[in-house]
């Protein structure tokens, strides 16, 4: 019986598959587009229907359907796999959680504990209403698998007790906490009877005892999924009858070996493709505000859940569209908080609007009780730069503060610009309006340049990094424990001896060592892979080249770097040697790099 891999290959063509991220256009009998992995303006990605992987000349991306959705939507394999055995129409019947993954056995955690909460909602009659009152459908809220916590000190905990899970599995993915001395706190509304619970009083702690409580309580409760519609975690929003005015109104799961924040948004899971589609992200702030965004049609929305974006998250949206529309009060307070994740929009070359919706009010409400309004403002967003000089134009007045405004507001902004020409039109612009000289404007314009380029380039051109060369890497290393598992002897044998050259003993050991750590979830790839065999030796063989090609140059990389600061310091036998390593690396390269070419 066939894999769920290859039955997936089979299904699913490459073209297809990349072709629904990125447009290609054909190259003889291959497809080419701009490399989704790294900034350029000529295209050098391409992908092979016939090999059934692709390859950039740029920065080296490689690999199949499998590596490209990883990369390019940040998940593991798992993740993939489940994205495209969705798409294909394949079950996956033996990648079901098993003991012997203990990531498979978070995400199950994470998954009961989702159930809980949604029976839970479907108990508790002013959860239910308050979700009402905010203009909730039931459809929406069964498709965004909205729950309730109980104002109860260990329902969850108790109850996934039952299901078999360990309390140090719940802390793992943040569901419980644990407390080792003195009583639990009574919090407000712990006797409540609106709630539809009573908690009694939790009698003191006895010397030693530790006690494991819910982290959540008294909470309406969003899922927040990775990228393959797993639950990975949950954002909280206290029931306005429990609101003591001392417990946040919104508490997020903390930091997990699941959930990272600055790389995860709500809602992308389910916004990912129509963003593509609609070539435009919609960006909200809060969870209620992208629910009725996408209850509404606009279901390109995504959501910071009220945090501020990172370098990892735009570069996410960048690779579906250019096009950013943030949501913002019109008095552009929130523009100015999030002003340096603006301007690393604009530095990665997004087209950055604002969609302006009435001071005091919120996207939710807006499209909740006026939605001609919303539609309205998405189809008048403006670039951030119109924006922000409207504001500043209608609010300061003339003279000396409106001159300060548009320097310290907009001309870091404008620096931050990738196109000179767009430079140029909005200073044009902002002179025009604004009544300042045009020449002051570029004068001050260029004084920005050092403290812009010390400090957020760099940022920009590390969080931009391929990252390929670690999906290559731990593909490999999973076939070489499969090799190890299974007692393969020949397969082992040759992967041990490609790796020593690749690596050399002692990078090798450190290797060894960090995927053996994770030995469990690499089998189970393995088995998702190749079922109860192994790869064939031409597979395994490519692989191996690939990934010498990345380290091969990675290392010319770093070898030129040091190779220039030896020439600018004078040291001329440090730089002799530095340029005879660099030669023979760049042999190295040229040798794999000959032997892919005549086996295209």
């Not at 996956?92 to 949604?118: G, H, Q």
């Not at 699941?258 to 070539?279: E, W």
């Not at 600018?568 to 030669?583: D, I, M, S, Y």
Request: charged content about 30%.
């Amino acid at each position: 019986m066939s894999t769920p891999v290859e039955q997936i290959k089979e299904r699913l063509g490459i073209a297809d598959v990349v072709g629904s991220y990125i447009q290609l256009t054909r190259s003889g009998s291959s497809l080419k587009g701009k490399c989704p992995f790294h900034n350029e303006k000529t295209p050098s990605f391409f992908v092979s229907p016939a090999r059934g992987s692709y390859y950039c000349f740029g920065c080296q991306a490689k690999g199949d359907i499998f590596t490209f959705v990883q990369e390019f939507e940040g998940l593991d394999f798992i993740g993939a796999l489940r994205v495209l055995a969705q798409r294909a129409g394949v079950t996956l019947t033996k990648i079901d959680p098993k003991v012997r993954s203990e990531y498979a056995r978070l995400y199950l955690c994470l998954e009961k504990a989702t159930r809980f909460y949604e029976q839970k909602l479907q108990d508790t009659a002013e959860a239910k209403s308050y979700l009402d009152g905010r203009g909730l459908t039931p459809e929406t809220i069964k498709v965004w698998r909205i729950g309730f916590a109980p104002n109860d000190w260990r329902q969850l905990f108790d109850y996934l007790q039952k299901e078999g899970f360990t309390p140090e599995e719940m802390g793992k993915v943040g569901l419980i906490k644990r407390k080792e001395s003195g009583p639990l706190p009574l919090s407000k509304g712990e006797t409540r009877e609106g709630v539809g619970i009573t908690t009694p009083h939790s009698p003191p702690l006895k010397g030693g005892e530790v006690r494991y409580y819910d982290a959540f309580r008294g909470r309406v409760m969003f899922p927040i999924r990775d990228s393959a519609s797993r639950v990975i975690a949950f954002s909280a929003r206290i029931l306005p009858s429990l609101d003591d005015g001392k417990s946040g109104k919104y508490i997020n799961s903390p930091e997990t070996i699941l959930f990272s924040k600055s790389h995860t948004l709500y809602g992308f899971d389910r916004a990912k493709l129509i963003i593509r589609q609609k070539d435009a992200t919609i960006l909200v702030e809060g969870q209620m505000d992208l629910l009725l965004a996408h209850q509404a049609g606009y279901e390109n929305t995504v959501a910071s859940s009220g945090t501020a974006l990172t370098e990892e998250q735009l570069i996410r949206l960048k690779r579906l569209s250019e096009n950013l529309l943030i949501s913002f009060d019109s008095d552009s307070a929130g523009v100015r908080a999030s002003e340096r994740a603006i301007r690393l929009a604009l530095a990665l070359g997004m087209n950055v609007k604002v969609i302006a919706i009435e001071k005091g009010k919120d996207p939710a409400e807006l499209i909740q009780k006026d939605p001609p309004a919303w539609e309205k403002a998405v189809s008048g967003a403006k670039h951030v730069i119109d924006f922000l000089l409207d504001g500043i134009l209608t609010s300061a007045k003339e003279g000396r503060e409106r001159a300060l405004a548009i320097e310290k507001t907009l001309l870091p902004l404008l620096k931050a610009l990738t196109s000179s020409v767009e430079q140029s039109h909005f200073i044009k612009v902002v002179a025009e309006k604004s009544g300042l000289r045009e020449d002051a404007l570029w004068e001050s314009f260029k004084k920005l340049a050092p403290a812009l380029q010390g400090k957020e380039v760099p940022e920009l051109r590390k969080a931009s990094a391929p990252t390929h060369t670690n999906t290559l890497e731990r593909r490999v290393f999973c076939i070489y424990l499969l090799a190890e598992t299974k007692k393969e002897a020949t397969l082992l044998s040759r992967m041990e001896t490609d790796l020593l050259r690749i690596f050399g003993q002692t990078l090798l050991n450190k290797k060894v060592e960090q995927y053996r750590a994770l030995q469990d979830v690499l089998l189970l790839e393995a088995e998702a892979l190749y079922g109860e065999g192994a790869p064939a030796e031409a597979e395994e063989q490519e692989l191996s080249r690939h990934l010498e090609e990345g380290h091969l140059t990675a290392l010319l990389s770093e070898k030129m770097d040091t190779l220039v600061v030896a020439e600018r310091e004078g040291k001329k036998e440090e730089a002799h040697r530095l340029l005879g390593e660099c030669k023979e690396l760049t042999q190295k390269l040229a040798t794999l790099k000959s032997h892919r070419f005549n086996h295209q």
